[in-house]
């Protein structure tokens, strides 16, 4: 009888393999000047690395990290819609502040039969009730004290 014999059947590739996807990527990086870069940062480990760690050690640029990681959590909790209408609408406010006539200085005054109609400009009221809700809430917000931004926004409490 004969001896069995054992065959394995190699999976036709779909694509390059682990090791052609990183000589791939390596020829890349050597074309772009990458490869040098690092080389030429880890050769200089002692400079470089004191120049970061000294700006790294000022205050203010502690302040400025802080700063940043406090605006990208607030624009996190804002939708996308919201901040499509705030920052629209901000830039509509500007221009229309810029054709506003009284930026002209060429609209008169209303006196005082024109105060009192204004007072009385329902309209006039309904469009400026957001605008008063909105310096509310914010004169709320900065009598609050803030001692440390991150456990107000997250509830865990911080060292620093």
Do not use: C
């Amino acid at each position: 009888m004969a001896e069995r014999i054992d065959h394995d059947v190699k999976p036709t590739p779909i694509g390059p393999d682990a090791r052609e996807e990183l000589e791939r990527l390596l020829q890349s990086l050597h074309e772009q000047g990458m490869l040098r870069f690092a080389n030429d940062v880890v050769s200089a480990k002692s400079p470089v690395l004191k120049v970061l760690l000294d700006g790294l050690g000022k205050q203010a640029t502690l302040n400025a990290i802080q700063n940043l990681s406090i605006l990208g959590m607030a624009l996190s909790r804002i939708p996308p819609e919201e901040f499509y209408k705030l920052v629209f609408g901000m830039k509509d406010a500007l221009a229309a502040l810029s054709r506003s006539p009284t930026a002209s200085g060429k609209e008169e005054a209303p006196g005082v039969t024109g105060v009192y109609r204004m007072l009385n400009d329902d309209e006039l009221w309904a469009s400026l009730r957001p605008a008063l809700d909105a310096v509310q809430a914010f004169s709320r917000r900065m009598a609050e004290p803030a001692d440390k931004p991150v456990t107000q926004f997250t509830g865990k409490q911080t060292e620093m």
